[in-house]
């Protein structure tokens, strides 16, 4: 069984500034693809950055990147020049490749960006 | 298409009442998955659809739960007998067969047993 794990409840961080969310997993799967999903107030889960396993160079999407230690089981989350709109739960998941699509989620963190 | 759409947003029951859930997936998805999230935590897989094969069961959906995929379109998910442990968040999403495919999701139907 695959288990995620997000250890940061809350994060905070001022507008313009970098904040970088953790989380890692294990299983025994060499297969597999990450994610991180963005649920702002509205409760709509959004897709924010993948990453699939095989790949040793790290995913970015604009102000979004990743830094993905395979290794480690590790998969971090880095929001760069941070909006008010990206205050959100963060989810880090995780999902086999024979299984493509069924995701196994950490328990988010919550990101509140200030002015 | 305007994305994946849940009906209704939100439900109150009393305990013991049965409830349904609808989920209308994008037209071209040909998988539909169901999660239950509860206040403060991720997402749980409940099960999943390809088409209107039911291809995987989790173990947290006892048998009061029972889900639908008639004709491969929308899904019902269906609750016997509500417990006040039944309250979360009901979310749907849907993709295509393709890992170039991502899963888009719904708002949600958030059930309150009282």
């Known amino acids: 069984a695959q288990t995620v794990t997000q250890s940061q409840p809350e994060m905070s961080v001022q507008e313009a500034e970098t904040v970088t969310l953790s989380c890692t997993y294990d299983?025994?799967?060499?297969?597999?693809?990450l994610f991180w999903y963005k649920q702002p107030p509205s409760r709509q889960m959004i897709l924010v950055i993948r990453?699939?396993?095989?790949?040793?160079q790290n995913a970015t999407e604009n102000r979004f990147s990743v830094n993905f230690q395979k290794a480690a089981k590790s998969f971090s989350l880095k929001i760069s020049d941070s909006q008010l709109g990206d205050t959100a739960m963060y989810f880090c998941?995780?999902?086999?490749?024979?299984?493509?699509?069924?995701?196994?989620f950490g328990a988010g963190t919550q990101v509140v960006v200030t002015p | 298409d305007t994305g994946v759409s849940q009906n209704p947003r939100h439900k109150i029951t009393k305990r013991g009442q049965n409830v349904t859930f609808r989920c209308d997936p994008i037209?071209?998805?040909?998988?539909l998955y169901w999660y239950r999230q509860t206040l403060g935590q991720g997402p749980e897989f409940l099960t999943y659809?390809?088409?209107?094969?039911?291809?995987?069961k989790s173990r947290l959906l006892s048998d009061r739960f029972s889900a639908e995929r008639p004709k491969g379109s929308f899904s019902t998910l269906e609750i016997q007998r509500t417990e006040q442990g039944d309250s979360a968040m009901y979310l749907c999403?849907?993709?295509?067969?393709?890992?170039?495919?991502?899963?888009?999701f719904g708002q949600g139907t958030r059930l309150t047993v009282v």
């Open positions: 999403a849907s993709s295509g067969d393709s890992r170039n495919t991502e899963a888009f």
């Open positions: 299983t025994s799967e060499n297969n597999y693809y």
């Open positions: 990453q699939e396993a095989y790949k040793q």
């Open positions: 998941a995780f999902t086999k490749t024979d299984s493509w699509g069924k995701l196994q």
């Open positions: 037209s071209e998805h040909n998988r």
């Open positions: 659809f390809q088409n209107e094969a039911q291809l995987e």
